[in-house]
């Protein structure tokens, strides 16, 4: 693999904040490569060896707004235990149902757009349903549950402007972990 030449944006870039528009179909040539390179990028920074060799930072997931472009649309590459990838290319999503019950991740959520160690907990749904749209227009309904449904919170978070820093209660950080669940 080549490591592709992505500028990922910093959290003070204003674009960040701004609410990304659907896309229409079909996809240009542009964001065709733009979700190639993504999904390249995001399981290099997963490789040990790669990600020491081009001194990344580990990745589940990338959105078109972090690097500039505000189409609704997201990756995500799980690498499974095999070491082989599950790619997941999500475009124009929305949550149509979701679990009462919350989780968080325990060691905290991070981001290729916060390149800082933040303090607290991210309260997600443990499962939703989403309707979206494949690379070639096809509507999709899928449900995921756990890491999945955190990653795809995290994704769809930027795609209306709201970074996982702004989830976190800035008075008190851990506030009702208590009725959540740690995964």
Request: charged content about 35%; some cysteine; aromatic content about 8%.
């Amino acid at each position: 693999m080549i490591l592709p030449d992505l500028k990922i944006l910093d959290e003070k870039d204003k674009r960040l904040r701004k609410k990304s528009l659907p896309v229409t179909f079909p996809l240009s040539n542009e964001d065709k490569k733009m979700i190639y390179d993504m999904l390249v990028y995001l399981k290099m920074s997963q490789i040990d060896e790669e990600r020491e060799k081009y001194d990344l930072r580990a990745g589940w997931g990338m959105s078109a707004v972090q690097l500039g472009n505000l189409k609704r649309f997201f990756v995500i590459a799980e690498e499974l235990e095999d070491h082989s990838f599950k790619d997941y290319i999500i475009i124009n999503p929305e949550i149509i149902s979701h679990s009462e019950e919350l989780i968080y991740v325990g060691e905290g959520e991070g981001c290729l757009s916060v390149n800082r160690d933040v303090e607290g907990i991210v309260p997600r749904f443990a499962r939703m349903t989403i309707k979206y749209q494949d690379i070639d227009g096809n509507k999709i309904e899928m449900r995921v549950r756990e890491d999945i449904s955190i990653a795809f919170q995290h994704e769809i978070d930027h795609l209306n402007g709201i970074l996982f820093v702004d989830r976190i209660d800035s008075k008190n950080p851990y506030k009702n972990k208590e009725y959540m669940r740690e995964i």
